[in-house]
């Protein structure tokens, strides 16, 4: 006769150990994203009552004339802040990770204290800093400029629609391309020197070893820096509203996602603030944050072959 093997008790301690954590984040993450996305469904009266409205503030955002202008336009401005980065950032930052991780180097560990140093400070001061630094009537940058032979070449570019954007994600790029940079610079010094050495014996150069050996073991890195990027684009505004302050003009020329959920959530001068269609635009960028993952995770990173060194 088999005997029925005997149920194991239930995990009690861990309930104690992961309890107070997981209330936490409960209570500060996950409700305040639930209720967000169930204030979206709902219209604000006057007396401050909620009443069910469905998809109305959507439909405001993506078709009224009133709405849908700004929600285009700070949402294609944060697709061209996000591109920057990608563009530059990025890769500056690879080649950063490639330079220092280069064993002739000398004093690499100071470089890369100092090219790390900005992503520390404050966004706040930074943008403070550079306001100043940039700006035509007190500021250094023309004077450095003539200095080199490039005064010419100086503009108000921080006060033009035309400039203003990628001005201030030039800016973004400076203080926060230490992230990739040390990111892959750890995924390159895991790769074992014997793969690199055997590539040299089969006689491949410097370039051939870095495209054929070492780009893709840390593939997975780079995607997961761009992912990164995205998720921290799609959810900036404190540069923004620095520099441009929460209209992020010149005449709406730096609004992003941000800017706008603040200016609909909390109003601003003339346009009073909207607790249901503030939830509608948050909720909003929570869909492209996560459309966006889902796509790397779907058209990447199940494709990315991870290496067992």
């Known amino acids: 006769m088999t005997k029925t093997p005997a149920k194991k008790p239930f995990p009690w301690h861990l309930l104690f150990f992961l309890g107070p954590g997981l209330l936490i984040y409960f209570s500060i993450s996950v409700y305040p994203l639930l209720d967000t996305l169930r204030l979206g469904f709902f219209t604000e009266s006057s007396d401050g009552s909620l009443a069910f409205a469905g998809f109305t ?80 009537l007190w500021g250094i940058t023309e004077n450095f400029m003539w200095d080199i032979g490039l005064g010419d070449y100086f503009d108000a570019w921080l006060g033009k629609e035309s400039s203003a954007l990628i001005t201030l994600a030039f800016i973004s790029v400076w203080q926060f391309v230490g992230i990739p940079m040390m990111l ?20 491949a150069n410097a370039w051939q070893s870095f495209f054929h050996i070492k ?37 709406y020329s730096t609004d992003i996602m941000g800017t706008l959920f603040y200016r609909t959530f909390f109003g601003f001068q003339l346009q009073e603030g909207s607790l249901t269609m503030g939830a509608a635009v948050a909720t909003l960028m929570f869909l492209v944050i996560l459309l966006g993952v889902a796509l790397y995770l779907f058209f990447f990173q199940r494709r990315v072959q991870r290496f067992q060194l």
Not at 184 to 203: F, H, N, Q
Request: net charge neutral.
């Open 184 to 203: 892959i610079y750890a995924a390159l010094l895991s790769i074992p020197d014997e793969l690199v050495d055997a590539s040299v014996v089969d006689g």
């Open 57 to 136: 503030n959507y439909s405001k955002l993506l078709f009224d004339a009133i709405w849908s202008e700004p929600f285009w336009n700070a949402t294609w401005n944060n697709l061209k802040f996000f591109v920057i980065h990608m563009l530059v950032q990025n890769p500056i930052g690879l080649l950063l990770a490639v330079l220092l991780s280069s064993p002739k180097l000398r004093l690499s560990g100071t470089y890369r204290t100092l090219i790390f140093m900005p992503t520390m400070l404050s966004v706040v001061i930074i943008g403070f800093v550079w306001q100043l630094l940039l700006s035509p």
């Open 215 to 251: 780009l893709p073991l840390i593939l997975p890195t780079i995607g997961m820096v761009s992912i990164l990027t995205f998720v921290a684009n799609f959810n900036a505004f404190e540069l923004i509203y620095t520099v441009k302050g929460a209209l992020a003009g010149p005449n």
